[in-house]
């Protein structure tokens, strides 16, 4: 395999705390990246850099790891511009707007899902992010929703079964016996093709009684939990989360303090999803509350046409920073390593020996000009998996 080294790195984020100066960034400065194949095999001082097959001058500019976006919602059909335009003139966010994109993604066929997945992740890769994570939940019928997972499954292997994202127009009148059927008949359409199963924990969509028996029927068919929680009021989300060991509890923006204790004191990563409430108006998440009572926190997208429709992770750590309490060190880290605890991966979102090798060539100095000049497309090259593809 031929060898690639990036050098004159002016500050490399390698999430590896013993590299640099023993911060979690581990940052190294005037660095170089040795990649082999589609792994990270050196990285250290640009003057120490072994000779290489072929050398990429990073001439002064910053290297961070690919960004690991744990959490969106891709297979779609149809917009919601409509909605949008109205809750920006005064009405509410409400759980119910999902019906819309149920029914256009019912109607619409495999090609154009996958197709709109293919466009949206172009997107983001665009953008900085390596990994992404993606879930049903439009389609609410064993069929559509085994597809939907189907064809997630040709884009990522971070797929997640969401049936429970609400209730499906069908059983309006019978919520008992769609939870049997997510439980059910769908659950066993849905377990092959996915790695996780999630459900929505909150007012209009699924109770604690209900989320509970979703999630263990799913981990008895292999499926990791994962959960919605506590996004639009407090409830019994997180507190399941972390009795279950989901992976992460994604929103946590209305915590009592029980709720950011369990989080501090358990392996479930709290995953905060800035768009949504950008989007939506709502209350921001206190990251800084999570953060000094020792939870590990995630930022993600939470892509999806009704309630945080960007692509875009640069936008989120410059919303963390602006808006959730978080410095520009602790949101770079949320959106590359944080987001890898969030999918329980080890070899992604850092740049060490031996990790994936998915970097982000940055047209800045730092990872901090990600925060301090939001919205400027700074992006200059991205590898994945040792690949240059942007």
Same mark, same amino acid.
């Given at each position: ?16 705390? #013993? ?59 149809? !917009? ?8 920006? #003139? ?19 066929? &495999?090609?154009?899902?996958? =197709? ?53 127009? !069908? ?20 377990? %092959?093709?996915?790695?996780?199963? &999630? ?7 699924? !109770? ?72 939506? $108006? ?9 953060? &000094? ?8 997208? &939470?892509?999806?046409?009704?309630? #945080?429709?960007? #692509?875009?992770? %640069? ?39 031996? =990790? ?14 990600? =925060?301090?000049?939001?919205?400027? %497309?700074?992006?200059? =090259? ?5 690949? $240059?593809?942007?």
């Amino acid at each position: 395999m031929t060898t690639t080294a990036v050098t004159h790195i002016a500050s490399l984020v390698t999430n590896d705390p #013993s590299l640099g100066n023993g911060a979690p960034l581990g940052l190294i400065q005037d660095a170089a990246v040795v990649i082999e194949g589609d792994r990270i095999v050196w990285t250290g001082e640009s003057s120490k850099a072994p000779a290489t097959d072929n050398v990429l001058d990073a001439a002064g500019r910053a290297v961070v790891p690919g960004f690991v976006d744990s959490h969106s919602h891709l297979v779609f059909a149809g !917009d919601r511009t409509q909605e949008f335009n109205a809750r920006m #003139s005064g009405q509410p966010y409400r759980a119910g707007g999902i019906r819309t994109t149920v029914a256009a993604t019912r109607a619409a066929t &495999d090609e154009e899902l996958s =197709a709109n997945v293919a466009r949206y992740l172009a997107e983001a890769l665009r953008q900085g992010t390596t990994t992404f994570e993606t879930k049903s939940g439009y389609g609410l019928t064993v069929e559509d929703e085994a597809r939907a997972l189907r064809i997630a499954g040709r884009h990522t292997d971070e797929v997640t079964y969401l049936g429970a994202h609400i209730v499906s127009p !069908d059983y309006a009148d019978d919520p008992a016996g769609y939870v049997d059927l997510v439980t059910g008949p769908m659950l066993e359409a849905c377990a %092959p093709h996915a790695r996780w199963i &999630d459900v929505f924990c909150e007012q209009g969509a699924f !109770d604690g009684d209900q989320a509970r028996a979703i999630l263990t029927a799913g981990r008895a068919k292999g499926l990791h939990p994962r959960i919605h929680a506590n996004q639009l009021s407090y409830g019994p989300g997180v507190q399941l989360a972390v009795e279950l060991d989901a992976a992460s509890a994604d929103h946590c923006t209305h915590l009592t303090d029980a709720d950011v204790d369990a989080l501090g004191q358990g392996r479930t990563v709290a995953t905060l999803l800035p768009g949504a409430e950008f989007s939506t $108006r709502a209350a921001w998440p206190d990251a800084r509350r999570l953060l &000094d009572a020792g939870a590990t926190v995630a930022l993600s997208t &939470d892509c999806n046409p009704g309630s #945080s429709f960007t #692509s875009s992770m %640069p936008f989120c750590v410059a919303l963390a920073v602006r808006d959730m309490g978080m410095t520009p060190d602790e949101a770079i880290w949320s959106a590359t390593a944080g987001g890898a605890a969030a999918l329980r991966r080890t070899d992604i979102g850092r740049i060490t020996p031996g =990790a994936r090798a998915d970097l982000v060539l940055l047209d800045a100095p730092s990872h901090v000009h990600l =925060a301090y000049r939001p919205g400027v %497309p700074l992006v200059s =090259a991205v590898w994945r998996s040792g690949e $240059r593809v942007v």
